[in-house]
């Protein structure tokens, strides 16, 4: 095997939430939306289907355009990518020139692609609340990122924190992952045109119903932008196909849709998180579409696994400061209705073995 590279023996890839390619499952495990996309999404993929024979447009421009009305920036300052992974990865191969910190709590995929690109990393501890505090980054060198809402805990910082950090840190960069940002989070996309060295992650796969499109975005200032465009068109300008790009063009035309759904992901939440502590949990509020709850009592991996027996799929980490918790995706009400039952009939049954 003298061929392999010999970052390769030392790779330990991400591993993503269990896809079952069955329909018996409760998925909660991977934070999609529990809804599908609209008949005006599906349509404008359909049609777009017909142009299979060609390549789609490298630029994105319709869809970038599209994105830059919505978010209020010019379109020369939005990157589109195959999901935002694959924007992370060039944020992770490209900007961080004098190393990177994030927190221990926080997106696997972080130290995946600090490996991978060798980027030597700082890993900085949340506190005992598993709150990201800024002050904790100030000794670090190099790029900062994280997620804000982060995951798994659902907790967000103020936008304020954010842009005072970034603005006491001139030279150096802050990437902000948000992924889940429009369930309750503030953005910083309105300052990333003034202030340089802020770069904002997004997706549509988690609040756009789009996850299976793999569409994702970076917004930041035209100079960062094109240092990240060098690094798409030499790997893969073709990265976003024709029926994505329709998908996330339709479904930015639908935000009185799109505004609905967050209402109702919103509204489950709540429900949920007020049936998980009547249950004995102990879970804070999130910012986000998943719920991040402990048991005092109760092994988080015993419990992930009983879900699992009862066709109920949410996701366990084995990390040891987080492993007696449960990530919860919010499904539908009649989902989160099913999980709250389960959840009953676990805990019961645990009481009468005792
Ligand atoms: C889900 C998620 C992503 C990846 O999303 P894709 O656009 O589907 O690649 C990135 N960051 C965070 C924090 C996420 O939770």
């Not at 195959?82 to 924007?87: A, F, L, R």
């Not at 991978?116 to 800024?134: E, G, K, N, S």
């Not at 309750?184 to 300052?191: A, C, I, K, Q």
Request: glycine share 6%; with cysteine; net charge negative.
């Amino acid at each position: 095997m003298g061929f392999l590279a010999p970052i390769l023996s030392e790779l330990a890839p991400y591993v993503p939430g269990e896809q079952p390619q069955t329909h018996d499952f409760i998925k909660l495990n991977t934070n999609e939306s529990p809804y599908p996309p609209t008949e005006a999404v599906v349509t404008a993929a359909t049609y777009a289907a017909r142009q299979l024979h060609l390549y789609p447009d490298p630029t994105c421009s319709l869809l970038r355009r599209t994105l830059a009305q919505q978010l209020k920036v010019p379109m020369s300052s939005i990157l589109v990518g195959n999901g935002s992974d694959e924007v992370l990865a060039f944020c992770f191969q490209g900007l961080m020139g004098q190393g990177v910190s994030f927190p221990d709590i926080t997106y696997g995929f972080y130290p995946v692609f600090a490996q991978l690109y060798q980027v030597p990393a700082q890993v900085i501890p949340v506190t005992d609340t598993f709150a990201i505090d800024l002050a904790d980054y100030q000794d670090a060198t190099g790029t900062v990122i994280f997620a804000n809402p982060n995951a798994p805990t659902g907790q967000a910082l103020s936008a304020d924190r954010i842009l005072a950090f970034a603005q006491g840190n001139p030279d150096r960069l802050v990437i902000v992952d948000e992924a889940y940002v429009e369930f309750g989070g503030e953005s910083l996309v309105p300052y990333v045109t003034q202030q340089e060295n802020l770069l904002v992650v997004g997706t549509f796969s988690k609040s756009w119903q789009l996850a299976g499109g793999r569409l994702g975005y970076a917004v930041g200032s035209e100079k960062l932008i094109n240092e990240l465009n060098k690094l798409k068109f030499s790997f893969n300008p073709y990265s976003i196909n024709g029926m994505t790009m329709a998908a996330g063009i339709a479904a930015l035309q639908q935000p009185q849709d799109h505004q609905e759904k967050l209402v109702a992901v919103m509204a489950t939440r709540r429900w949920t998180l007020t049936k998980l502590q009547e249950l004995g949990f102990e879970v804070t509020d999130s910012q986000t579409n998943f719920l991040f709850p402990r048991h005092p009592d109760i092994r988080g991996e015993w419990l992930y696994q009983q879900l699992k027996d009862r066709k109920i799929l949410v996701r366990w980490f084995s990390q040891q400061r987080i492993k007696e918790h449960l990530r919860i995706t919010i499904g539908t009400p009649e989902e989160m209705q099913l999980l709250i039952q389960a959840l009953t009939d676990i805990i019961h049954e645990k009481r009468e073995m005792i």
